[in-house]
């Protein structure tokens, strides 16, 4: 009863077509893994009160695996929110308050499921779509463009393989480093600790901006691609590190809000 209950909640959004998984299980996991870290024994106590212990990674793709799930009609599209590209900074920012109709409602998602964790703190399901969709927030193509379904449409070869550039910013870029999720948030957390600090003093538009930068970054590299595989890893893989390290670290700061 209390999951129709919650769902309630979102019944006023718009209905959008789905797109592919962010970051892929492992990307959503490091973040998981690298907030869990960052998290005060108290935060952490709490939460796997609610979650079971270091119950944040094993939920962390669980929004995914739900989409199907007829109760949460509105989750197929809450995990994007489609950008054009030129777009000023200004407008940029206001699209985080002043959601677009169309092309996603990510922004919108974050706001609502924030407000029912902050009301409620032990709903499971709530925190379990806020570890999932601030990772989302990071994810590049999930700032994509609309006309092309956030790069699914973009096409390209991955070592020879046919792939997309969605896709490629999901999961494959990840997964050409080897690591396990666990070893690769320790990675990144001894990598970038000395600038947790300055990620934590920084505003959501800031962040919002950096990403939507990138993206266009990607956008104007995708037309000149040569399918030199070898080259895009090495010319994206810390940009991509950067965003999963951003996720875990402002994830850890709202439970710590919160909890």
Known sequence: ????????????????????????????????????????????????????????VYVA??????????????????????????????????????????GGKLFRMTDTFLMILKNDPTNRDALAFIIHIAGDRYCPMHMGHLDDKGGNAVKMKWFGSNTNLHTVWDSKI????????????????DKYDSERKAIEQKSEAELLLESYHLTSEIYEYQETFDGNTYHYIYKFHQPMEWQLYKAGVRLALWLEEIY
């Open 1 to 56: 009863m209390k999951r129709y209950i919650f769902a309630i909640h979102f019944a006023v959004l718009l209905l959008l077509p789905a797109e592919l998984l962010a970051w892929g299980q492992e990307g959503h996991r490091i973040i998981a893994e690298v907030a869990y870290h960052y998290l005060s024994s108290g935060a952490t106590k709490k939460i796997d009160k609610v979650l079971g212990k270091h119950g944040m």
């Open 174 to 189: 990840i997964q050409s480093q080897g690591y396990s999720y666990t070893e690769y948030a320790k990675f990144l957390i």
């Open 61 to 102: 793709n669980w929004a995914d695996e739900i989409k199907s799930d007829t109760i949460y009609p509105e989750m197929s599209s809450g995990h994007f929110q489609d950008l054009d590209a030129g777009m000023t900074d200004s407008a940029v920012v206001a699209a985080l308050t002043d959601y677009p109709k169309v």
